[in-house]
C-alpha cells in the first residue's frame, strides 16, 4: 500500500484508518470527523493495482483439524494457553493407541478453518480490505484461523505490517520505515548471512520499486496426515482461488509468494511440481525445510513425543506408530539416503547407538555402533526382521482394526450361544 496523495506533515500524530474494496475494487476508506483541537490525523492507505499475495504454509501439526462431517468435533486443535493444555491432557489421559488411530485418520479428517486469530491492530486495521463484514470474517476469509494461533499468530502479522508499509507512509513514502531498515538494510553482510553466491545488496531503489506492489498475507493449512502430494493440490486450488478474486476487482494478480516453515516447504516443492504451477508461483521463502528429512521423525515413532503434543498424538511408541504409521505425511518426513550426519569418522549414517565398553587399554572407552547403514528404507523402515532398531513394530500398527476383530469374535460368540439356546 501506499499513502495517499493528501499531503501529511511527517512530524503530526497521524492513526491509521482501515482501506476496504467495493464491488468494482476501488478504494473506501471511513473515518470520523473531529474538532480542530485534535491532533491526530487519519491516514488511509491507498491500493496499487497489481498484487502479489504471500501464501503462508505452516510445518506439521501447525495446522488445525477436524473430523470430516458437521459438527464431528476436533482431531487436531492444538491449544493456546496452558489452562486448555491442562484440559486436553485430562481429556485424552485416558485414550488408547487405538482411540488416537481412529481419531487421526488421514482420510476422515479435514482442515478446519474456525480456529482463534489475534492479529496485532494495525494488522487488524489491514485486514480491512479483505471480504466480510467483521474482524471475525476478514481474518478467515485470508485463512489465519487455520493455523495454530500461539505459533503462527505473530509471524502473520509481522508479514501483514511490514509489507503493507515498507516506507513511512507519513512520510508520504520518503522515509524507510524503523523496522526495515534495521532488520534487512543494517544486516546485509554477506558473511553474516551465509551467502553461498554472489551477494548483491538490496538498494533502497529496490524496496522502493517492491512498495509499488499490494502484499496481502495469506495462510494456508493442510491436512498433515495426508501425504505431501495431496497437501500440493490444496495449495494449488488456494493458489488459484485467491489470485482469482483479486483479480474480479480489477487488479493484477497472477502469482503468489510462498513463506513456509519446517513440513509446508514439501507442500510448496511438490506444488511447484504441479502442472502450471511454476508459472503462477513467483517465489520460495523457506525456514526449515526437512529437504532431505528429519531424523526427529524416527524419533517420534519410536519413543513418542514431546510437550503438549505426546498427549494427542503420543507418549509412546505404541501410540505414535497407530498413528504414524497409517499416515502418510509424517511418514515422508523420514530421512532419504541423501541425509548424513558428521563424526570425527567423516560423513557417517544419521542412526547410532552410543555406548560405554571395555577398550583395548583395558579402560572403558565411550563408543559408538552405526545402525541400518546403507538404503535407510530398506535397512530401517521396511525392516522385518528381529533388530531392536528397525522402525515400526508390525503389532502395533493397527490397534483399531485389532479391537475391531476381537469385538465381532466376542459378538459373534455371543450370538451363536443365543441361536443354540434358542
Not at 491507498?46 to 506439521?60: C, E, H, K, M, S
Not at 558473511?191 to 524496496?207: D, I, S, T
Not at 482469482?244 to 507442500?267: D, F, N, P, W
Not at 545402525?371 to 530398506?378: H, I, K, R, S, V
Request: glycine share 8%; net charge negative; charged share 25%.
Amino acid at each position: 500500500m501506499s499513502a495517499s496523495s493528501n499531503p501529511i506533515p511527517a512530524a503530526e500524530p497521524t492513526r491509521l484508518v482501515g482501506t476496504a474494496w467495493d464491488e468494482d475494487g476501488n478504494d473506501v476508506a471511513q473515518s470520523v470527523l473531529t474538532g480542530q483541537n485534535m491532533k491526530v490525523r487519519a491516514l488511509c492507505l491507498t491500493t496499487p493495482d497489481a498484487v502479489v499475495p504471500i501464501l503462508f504454509v505452516p510445518g506439521i501439526m501447525g495446522t488445525r483439524l477436524k473430523v470430516i462431517g458437521r459438527d464431528k468435533g476436533a482431531a487436531w486443535y492444538p491449544p493456546d494457553t496452558k489452562w486448555e493444555e491442562l484440559v486436553l491432557g485430562l481429556k485424552y489421559l485416558v485414550r488408547t493407541a487405538a482411540d488416537r488411530q481412529r481419531l487421526l485418520n488421514p482420510d476422515t479428517t479435514e482442515v478446519d478453518e474456525d480456529g482463534p486469530a489475534s492479529p496485532d491492530d494495525t494488522s487488524k486495521i489491514l485486514l480491512a480490505l479483505a471480504p466480510g463484514k467483521t474482524d471475525d470474517e476478514r481474518i478467515k476469509w485470508r485463512g489465519w484461523g487455520q493455523l495454530h494461533e500461539d505459533s503462527y499468530s505473530r509471524i502473520l502479522s509481522l508479514l501483514e505490517t511490514s509489507m503493507a508499509m515498507i516506507f513511512d507512509p507519513a512520510s508520504q513514502g520518503k522515509v524507510l520505515t524503523a523496522h526495515w531498515k534495521e532488520l534487512v538494510m543494517d544486516r546485509q553482510d554477506a558473511a553474516k548471512l551465509g551467502a553461498q553466491k554472489p551477494f548483491v545488496p538490496l538498494e533502497e531503489e529496490h524496496l522502493r520499486d517492491a512498495a509499488e506492489l499490494l502484499y496481502p498475507v495469506h495462510a494456508v493449512g493442510y491436512n498433515w496426515l495426508q501425504s505431501n502430494s495431496d497437501s500440493a493440490e490444496r495449495l494449488a486450488a488456494e493458489i488459484e482461488r485467491i489470485t482469482a478474486y483479486y483479480r474480479s476487482k480489477g487488479k493484477h494478480c497472477e502469482q503468489v509468494i510462498l513463506v513456509t516453515h519446517s513440513m509446508g516447504g514439501l507442500v510448496a516443492r511438490a506444488c511447484a511440481q504441479l502442472p502450471g504451477m511454476d508459472q503462477r508461483i513467483l517465489g520460495v521463502v523457506h525456514g526449515v525445510m526437512p529437504a532431505i528429512g528429519a531424523p526427529a521423525t524416527y524419533k517420534r515413532i519410536r519413543a513418542g513425543f514431546e510437550g503438549i503434543a505426546q498427549v494427542v498424538l503420543g507418549r509412546n511408541a505404541a501410540d505414535c506408530t497407530a498413528v504414524m504409521a497409517n499416515a502418510p505425511g509424517p511418514l515422508e518426513l523420514l530421512p532419504t539416503p541423501q541425509y548424513k550426519t558428521w563424526t570425527n569418522r567423516g560423513e557417517q549414517h544419521w542412526l547410532r547407538a552410543s555406548y560405554r565398553a571395555i577398550g583395548q587399554s583395558g579402560m572403558p572407552e565411550e563408543l559408538e555402533s552405526f545402525l541400518g547403514e546403507g538404503d535407510p528404507y530398506a535397512n530401517i523402515y521396511l525392516n522385518n526382521t528381529p533388530d531392536w532398531w528397525k522402525l515400526v513394530r508390525e503389532d502395533l500398527i493397527d490397534p483399531a482394526g485389532k479391537e475391531d476383530r476381537e469385538r465381532a469374535e466376542r459378538e459373534g460368540k455371543v450370538g451363536f450361544r443365543r441361536i443354540r439356546l434358542r
